[in-house]
């Protein structure tokens, strides 16, 4: 009986305690439900990922565009003919067919950057036979363009697209287009070689000059070596100027040689002391701007 009501004593106060605790426990009110992250997990598992494109497709060197373009329409402008569209239709898939194939060659012919290739290949191919069609003399300028097409895509092997001979080929090359186009109309001149001539003192000066704002910022042979090309220039327009008998050079051709040496010089100073660099579109919409006083100076 004593071990009995000792059990008794011990127990029941624990058990009283449990029960206020658990009666307790009942009036609070219950949680609300977490939400589940995991419906949100699965469809983001499940959401397919954007493929991206393949690098060939557009051309990424937006300086270019003026080089390919410029001349070529010039060109056409001076001496129009019903060839000149295949032509420019095989001059620019060319250049397309040319990018494709320096990033494939840069990539070491991986698969994934094959397709361009073919794709703009084969249709300059369609457009060049075409333009053979109207005019198959054409081929006596292959000679002209073939070693410097060679070197651009040596350059490309050896990943070196923007080199300084691999720029000047390429120039080279856009603008050798103008008489290309010029002789296809008929119409190759003194005045379709000088226009060549202008064309190639401008765009070859491009090539150092961004250097200097971009890639060889700071560099001081690559600032030099721009401002001495530019003066250059400068002076082989005054010397035209003077020694010409027939049709005097055009004023704003030593205007256009001025303002490129201005902006050789001053573009890379104020550059240098800015906080940030001039901004790849702030050096392109300039040059957009100069090209067309360059056009003017051609077409006048």
């Not at 949680?31 to 990424?60: E, I």
């Not at 080199?163 to 001149?189: K, M, N, R, Y």
């Not at 000088?194 to 560099?219: C, H, M």
């Not at 082989?236 to 008998?245: E, F, N, V």
């Amino acid at each position: 009986m004593a071990e009995t009501r000792v059990q008794r004593d011990t127990t029941g106060p624990i058990d009283g305690r449990r029960t206020k605790a658990a009666a307790a426990n009942s009036t609070k009110p219950p949680k609300p439900p977490q939400p589940s992250t995991a419906p949100t997990k699965a469809k983001a598992a499940a959401k397919p990922r954007k493929r991206r494109r393949a690098p060939g497709w557009v051309p990424d060197q937006h300086g270019a565009w003026f080089m390919v373009t410029v001349p070529a329409i010039t060109g056409v402008i001076l001496a129009p003919s019903w060839t000149a569209i295949p032509l420019l239709l095989t001059w620019w898939l060319g250049y397309f067919t040319f990018f494709a194939g320096s990033v494939w060659i840069r990539s070491r012919f991986r698969e994934r950057n094959r397709p361009p290739v073919l794709v703009y290949g084969s249709l300059a191919a369609v457009a060049g036979l075409t333009t053979l069609l109207f005019n198959w003399q054409l081929l006596i300028w292959v000679p002209a363009f073939a070693p410097l097409v060679a070197v651009a895509v040596y350059e490309a092997w050896k990943r070196r697209p923007r080199s300084l001979l691999s720029g000047v080929s390429t120039v080279i090359a856009a603008c050798l287009i103008l008489p290309v186009a010029a002789w296809a109309g008929d119409g190759l001149d003194a005045k379709a070689w000088a226009a060549f001539g202008i064309y190639l003192a401008f765009f070859a000066g491009t090539v150092p000059y961004v250097k200097t704002l971009i890639r060889e910022r700071g560099s001081k042979p690559w600032f030099i070596g721009s401002v001495v090309y530019h003066a250059v220039v400068l002076f082989a327009a005054l010397a035209a100027a003077r020694i010409t008998d027939g049709d005097p050079v055009n004023p704003l051709a030593i205007l256009a040689a001025l303002v490129l040496l201005a902006r050789a010089v001053l573009m890379p100073i104020t550059g240098a002391r800015r906080e940030k660099p001039w901004t790849p579109k702030t050096v392109g919409l300039l040059d957009a701007a100069i090209t067309v006083l360059v056009v003017i100076v051609v077409l006048l």
